[in-house]
């Protein structure tokens, strides 16, 4: 019912800057919470940064004061700037969102993600 393209992983040196964006569409009746995860091979997915409907945002310890996330209600978009890039940074970086849609006795809250897009960070 809902599907979420990821776009704007790449090849970056250390220090570069990427932006993801990732984009909503599909039948529902709202986007609620919107967030960025990131994994690993070997590893578990791991929190970068969540939005609210109301803007607030929050972010994982690591990438604190070099991640920036932000949302388009009107476009169903949301997007991820992150500076000052490490290795460490290195992973397949996951759009998710929670969204109404239409259930069989009115609505509920369902979870999506996306593909990934993969960001990779090296000289």
């Known amino acids: 019912q809902v599907q979420l393209a990821e776009s704007g992983g790449g090849l970056v040196q250390p220090g570069g800057s990427l932006r993801l964006s990732c984009a909503a569409s599909?039948?529902?009746?709202?986007?609620?919470?919107m967030a960025w995860y990131r994994q690993v091979p070997g590893k578990e997915r791991e929190l970068v940064a969540t939005?609210?409907?109301?803007?607030?945002?929050d972010y994982a310890e690591s990438v604190k004061g070099r991640c920036t996330i932000s949302r388009d209600d009107a476009k169903n978009m949301v997007t991820l700037g992150m500076n000052s890039l490490k290795p460490e940074d290195t992973a397949l970086y996951y759009c998710?969102?929670?969204?109404?849609?239409?259930?069989?006795?009115?609505?509920?809250?369902?979870?999506?993600w996306g593909q990934g897009t993969q960001v990779t960070v090296s000289s």
């Open positions: 998710y969102a929670r969204a109404r849609v239409r259930a069989l006795l009115g609505a509920r809250s369902m979870d999506y």
């Open positions: 599909g039948r529902f009746f709202s986007i609620d919470a």
């Open positions: 939005i609210t409907t109301d803007g607030t945002a």
